[in-house]
């Protein structure tokens, strides 16, 4: 069974609370999930994550 090393995103805060994004590497591939619903993973293309990130900076801004 393969350990994954979560990482909380810096734009979650700085609260132990169940209300964050967490993101991380497995087997190659990105996973992301939300610590409130630790079982639902989603697994992202790179790419893809990075072009939704870009298009939300860019609407913030």
């Known amino acids: 069974m393969t350990?994954?090393?979560?990482q909380k995103s810096s734009f979650s805060g700085g609260a132990n609370g169940?209300?964050?994004v967490q993101l991380a590497r497995n087997d190659g591939e990105l996973v992301v999930r939300e610590s409130d619903e630790p079982t639902r993973?989603?697994?992202v293309a790179p790419g893809g994550?990075?072009?939704?990130?870009?298009r939300i900076q860019a609407e913030r801004s």
């Open 18 to 20: 169940n209300e964050c």
């Open 49 to 54: 994550l990075a072009a939704l990130l870009r």
């Open 3 to 6: 350990v994954i090393q979560w």
């Open 41 to 43: 993973i989603l697994r």
